[in-house]
């Protein structure tokens, strides 16, 4: 089996185009509706991958939600879209994000991190242990309760079974930064955008944090920059690869498709992290780039990111972006 994620799942409520906040006591009607979607990193990314080409029973999702509609939803969900997925339910309400998004103004998040923070360990080194997929992707760490105490063991137990293993980030719910960096310090593959890079490391630049993200032990760190492109580390090379320009609708996800299309481009030909080359793992950073890019350019987490969107983005732009790309020994 190729890939299993786990990680957060939340269910989108959106209202959009809001004409302003309501005020107290005020019936405020939405023009454009409310939608109510899956987000979450685990169920982004998986998503993603089955758009992006990987088959149906090639990607596998466990994770945590609650006994409720809300839970009902987010299995029906990822199954229609051709994730198999085992979830636990538990005693606590399914996460929900309330998303307000006022016209011409950035969107408001209100999160309920609800079910996320019960992720059992034994339930995720079970399946990974039965699965033994090439790659285990954590997606939304900080947001996961007691097991975001257990990431070192988990993540190490995967790579014994012969696992790839990717880490993605939130800022922690009721915990400090320093905690990530035990478990850095056991994946192959770390992605987090440079706020979150900084907090860890105490470094402002990015080069200076991927060095010490290095140092921790992570093989292949990588720090997204939304228009301004990313910055890795991979074995002894610097990358920094410019950012593809797209007319952006909603960056939400965009981050998670880059993951999704560096897994999906890997995957190819599934090894070890060591034993990809410098010119592989710039090509899936290409790919992870233009799936980030794509997602951008239609409203939700998953809605656009498509093969043949991405295929149709690297034709037009690949030969000029690869022209930029910088890479230094270090």
């Known amino acids: 089996m190729l890939v299993l994620t786990t990680g957060i799942l939340v269910v989108d409520i959106i209202a959009a185009e809001l004409p302003h906040i309501a005020e107290e006591g005020e019936l405020l009607y939405v023009p454009s509706g409310i939608a109510?979607?899956?987000?979450?990193?685990?169920?982004?990314?998986?998503?993603?991958?089955?758009?992006?080409?990987?088959?149906?029973?090639?990607?596998?999702?466990?994770?945590?939600?609650?006994?409720?509609?809300?839970?009902?939803?987010?299995?029906?969900?990822?199954?229609?879209?051709?994730?198999?997925?085992?979830?636990?339910?538990?005693?606590?309400?399914?996460?929900?994000?309330?998303?307000?998004?006022?016209?011409?103004?950035?969107?408001?998040?209100?999160?309920?991190?609800?079910?996320?923070?019960?992720?059992?360990?034994?339930?995720?080194?079970?399946?990974?242990?039965?699965?033994?997929?090439?790659?285990?992707?954590?997606?939304?760490?900080?947001?996961?309760?007691?097991?975001?105490?257990?990431?070192?063991?988990?993540?190490?137990?995967?790579?014994?079974?012969?696992?790839?293993?990717?880490?993605?980030?939130?800022?922690?719910?009721?915990?400090?930064?320093?905690?990530?960096?035990?478990?850095?310090?056991?994946?192959?593959?770390?992605h987090c955008n440079l706020l979150e890079a900084s907090k860890i490391t105490s470094e402002e630049n990015a080069f200076n944090a991927l060095k010490s993200l290095k140092k921790?032990?992570?093989?292949?760190?990588?720090?997204?920059?939304?228009?301004?492109?990313?910055?890795?580390?991979?074995?002894?090379?610097?990358?920094?690869?410019p950012a593809f320009k797209v007319n952006v609708v909603d960056p939400t996800g965009a981050g998670d498709a880059f993951c999704a299309g560096l897994i999906f481009k890997l995957v190819e030909e599934p090894d070890?992290?060591?034993?990809?080359?410098?010119?592989?793992?710039?090509d899936g950073l290409i790919f992870g780039s233009a799936s980030g890019a794509v997602c951008c350019t239609a409203k939700g987490t998953t809605t656009s990111v498509k093969r043949e969107g991405v295929e149709a983005l690297l034709r037009v732009q690949l030969d000029g972006l690869r022209g930029k790309i910088k890479l230094k020994e270090v």
């Open 216 to 241: 921790l032990g992570c093989k292949f760190p990588i720090i997204t920059m939304g228009d301004r492109g990313l910055m890795a580390v991979f074995k002894n090379t610097f990358i920094e690869m």
């Open 36 to 190: 109510v979607t899956l987000g979450g990193h685990a169920g982004n990314v998986s998503i993603d991958l089955v758009q992006l080409g990987l088959k149906v029973g090639d990607v596998h999702l466990a994770s945590v939600v609650g006994r409720d509609v809300f839970g009902d939803f987010v299995e029906r969900f990822l199954t229609e879209r051709g994730v198999k997925v085992r979830l636990k339910r538990v005693d606590a309400h399914t996460s929900k994000n309330l998303i307000l998004v006022v016209k011409r103004e950035d969107r408001r998040f209100h999160v309920d991190a609800g079910s996320n923070l019960f992720l059992d360990r034994e339930f995720v080194e079970k399946t990974v242990e039965e699965l033994k997929p090439r790659v285990f992707y954590i997606g939304g760490a900080g947001m996961l309760g007691e097991f975001d105490y257990c990431l070192p063991e988990v993540l190490e137990e995967a790579r014994r079974i012969g696992a790839l293993t990717f880490l993605d980030i939130v800022a922690p719910y009721d915990k400090d930064w320093g905690f990530f960096r035990e478990a850095i310090a056991h994946c192959d593959i770390f």
């Open 272 to 282: 070890y992290v060591e034993n990809y080359t410098v010119e592989e793992i710039v």
